[in-house]
């Protein structure tokens, strides 16, 4: 019952942050708090500090009006929209600057995790049922490696897996942030959709990544794994290994139902015999769990030469078996460990695999996070001082494939990394170098 312009007069001492949560009480709230008078003053305030910086004796600043034609001449919520945008841009402006710093050796910001905290980002995944409702997870725990971050979730209220349809993953930033402190955890958030996968058919569509006494594994692309319980179709846990590169990107540039998409690469030019191939590759590859890291290394001088090109892919051989100066022991027993608010274990025989391939200029040509799961081989190592058993594992996408080859010291009780060749897809260097291989 009370008047609207007492209300108007009492949101006018309102921060914009307390502004839009008071809209969120009902449509009459919504309207006042969206009143272009309220917001007008709100960008003035905003702007002011900027046009005191510049000003001049032969130019004053510009201003903006608060005479009627700025309020009447502009749609409803065109003050509200103004302001949100421009300090949304600032913002994503000022944290893909702070990620701008490269490591030679990774590719990739050298500040990945301080971007992350100082922008507030967090993550969530969204579990859309049949009937087109959605029951959202927050709070994941968080593990970061040098070139991925690993998120599980976990809870008691997980929906049965036979309703679902969808799983979305999504970035969330607050919607206004003060750019001089960290970023308040409260009030109203931007989401930004990383990707999307099907949770139809999950056991048949999913690649099964391994399995313990109480859950099974089941791996999505791009870097999704998904346990569920054996004994009763519910998921008991998801986690999501993602890959920095582009992932700061996504989570920041990226819309609530469209995926950031990074620019397209330039052509290059390159004054090599073309016969020659390409050649100054390098590969920074970190195998990992959540909790443990099990081999990190970056190999340096890759190349491949024109007769290795076939079947739509180019080879990168890294370690060869032949050479056992390059061979790569692995630190403990591969696995991946999970938990949930009752139970822990371990699935033995898979990890989380993060490859970064850089290319001759030194920019990411390459990159994933994902798990990957290993298999028992037939044939034997072919060494004398590696009498053991030979394990692989592929991964495999749109853009390459990895082979990997294991042998099991029996003597030791350790892996050894003694075959590790890439394979780049045709597709993806034609696209990116202009050429035609």
């Known amino acids: 019952s009370m008047p609207s312009e007492m209300l108007l007069k009492i949101f006018s ?3 914009p942050v307390s502004l839009l949560s008071v809209g969120c009480v009902n449509k009459r709230f919504y309207d006042l708090a969206s009143d272009n008078g309220l917001w007008l003053k709100l960008c003035s305030s905003a702007l002011q500090p900027k046009w005191t910086m510049w000003k001049t004796k032969s130019k004053q600043p510009e201003t903006v009006s608060l005479g009627c034609d700025a309020l ?3 749609n409803p ?9 421009k300090q949304t841009s600032a913002f994503k402006t000022r944290v893909m600057r702070f990620a701008k710093p490269l490591d030679p050796y990774t590719g990739l910001p050298f500040v990945n995790k301080e971007a992350m905290n100082v922008s507030g980002l967090s993550w969530v995944i969204a579990l ?3 009937n087109g409702k959605e029951h959202v997870m927050e709070k994941p725990k968080l593990s970061f490696k040098d070139t991925s971050v690993t998120m599980l979730w976990y809870g008691r209220d997980w929906p049965c897996l036979d309703i679902l349809s969808t799983l979305k993953l999504y970035g969330v930033t607050p919607l206004l942030i003060d750019l001089s402190r960290f970023p308040k955890k409260k009030g109203p958030r931007r989401f930004a959709l990383i990707a999307e996968y099907s949770l139809a058919n999950l056991t048949e569509s999913s690649v099964a990544v391994g399995a313990d006494e109480l859950v099974q594994l089941f791996s999505l692309s791009p870097g999704l794994l998904v346990g569920n319980w054996k004994d009763k179709n519910e998921i008991a846990f998801v986690m999501a290994s993602l890959h920095y590169n582009q992932l700061l990107e996504r989570s920041i540039l990226g819309s609530a139902v469209v995926q950031s998409a990074p620019p397209p690469n330039g052509p290059l030019l390159d004054d090599t015999d073309p016969d020659y191939g390409l050649h100054g590759y390098s590969l920074h590859l970190d195998l990992h769990d959540r909790s443990c890291r099990y081999l990190c290394g970056t190999f340096n ?7 290795d090109i076939e079947n739509g892919y180019l080879r990168f051989p890294v370690v060869s078996l032949k050479h056992s100066r390059k061979h790569c022991p692995i630190v403990g027993t591969l696995g991946i460990c999970w938990e949930t ?5 371990v699935v033995k025989d898979c990890f989380i695999m993060d490859l970064t391939l850089l290319e001759d200029t030194r920019k990411a040509f390459w990159c994933f996070s994902a798990p990957v799961c290993m298999e028992l081989s037939s044939k034997s190592s072919g060494l004398y001082e590696y009498m053991g058993h030979i394990y692989t594992a592929d991964y495999a996408d749109s853009e390459g494939k990895v082979c990997v080859e294991f042998v099991w010291l029996e003597e030791t ?3 050894l990394i003694v075959s590790l060749v890439l394979y780049v897809s045709t597709k993806k260097v034609n696209s990116w170098y202009g050429t035609n291989y």
């Open 13 to 15: 001492y309102l921060d």
């Open 72 to 74: 009447h001449d502009k």
């Open 77 to 85: 919520e065109y003050w509200k929209n103004e302001y949100i945008f």
């Open 128 to 130: 859309k049922d049949k």
């Open 301 to 307: 001088g890759l190349f491949c030469r024109k007769g």
């Open 341 to 345: 608010d009752v139970f822990r274990g």
């Open 413 to 415: 009780k350790e892996y």
